[in-house]
């Protein structure tokens, strides 16, 4: 198995543009999150996704943000517009709750620069 | 809301050294605790999972415990390498089934020296 894809794996972008990141989970698993990772606020669940529906998207930071999962084996997290104190490490994991939904893949992850 | 310290932010030791590592967490009704490698430019591993029924999980040179009421865990590691550099990411469980959340600590950075 390839493991939970994401991509770009590197973004460099001006204040103001729009950025979207991709995930594509493991094979199978029904669960799909997205994490951020700064050095002030560590690791931060964002949004969560059952069967392709988001279940709980307290930890989306403001309305710039928003995710999308449109099928099982595609989602994106989108910023509109993008300001510098975005930049951090953006990973998104997976995992199958038929078993337990607790043990999570991680993906490389995505480093976003917001100049 | 849950709350994860680490301690320490960062630790270096000479190759061979036995090391511990501590977590604190702050609300004690948890579903259960997992440890995490991760290593510079890459994502996660899971190392141990503890359910909150139980008091310690082992694999290999790595020892996981857990004391709920007291908000705790450490994880030992026996006879350190160069192999086992890394940060290593507490993160508790809460909620269950598809209410399960992670709430992670900031991390330990571990240098291990040849």
């Known amino acids: 198995d390839a493991g939970v894809i994401q991509s770009p794996r590197h973004e460099v972008t001006e204040m103001g543009q729009e950025v979207t990141l991709r995930c594509k989970p493991i094979s199978g698993h029904d669960y799909l999150f997205w994490y951020r990772q700064t050095m002030m606020r560590g690791l931060e669940l964002l949004i969560y996704?059952?069967?392709?529906?988001?279940?709980?998207d307290s930890g989306m930071p403001e309305d710039r943000f928003s995710a999308k999962m449109p099928n099982a084996s595609f989602s994106t997290l989108k910023i509109q517009p993008s300001e510098p104190r975005d930049s951090a490490v953006y990973f998104c994991a997976s995992s199958w709750g038929g078993r337990s939904a607790e043990t999570q893949y991680f993906g490389p992850g995505t480093r976003l620069l917001v100049l | 809301k849950q709350e994860v310290t680490q301690i320490p932010a960062a630790l270096s030791v000479p190759e061979g050294e036995n090391l511990v590592l501590n977590c604190s967490f702050t609300d004690s009704a948890i579903y259960n605790l997992q440890w995490f490698r991760q290593d510079p430019g890459k994502g996660l591993t899971s190392l141990l999972l503890i359910q909150s029924s139980q008091r310690e999980q082992t694999s290999g040179r790595l020892n996981a415990s857990l004391d709920k009421s007291s908000g705790r865990s450490t994880l030992y590691i026996a006879a350190s390498q160069p192999g086992d550099s890394a940060t290593y990411l507490c993160?508790?469980?809460?909620?269950?089934?598809?209410?399960?959340?992670?709430?992670f600590g900031k991390g330990t950075l571990l240098t291990v020296n040849p």
């Open positions: 993160a508790v469980g809460d909620g269950g089934g598809s209410n399960y959340k992670l709430t």
């Open positions: 996704f059952n069967n392709n529906v988001p279940i709980d």
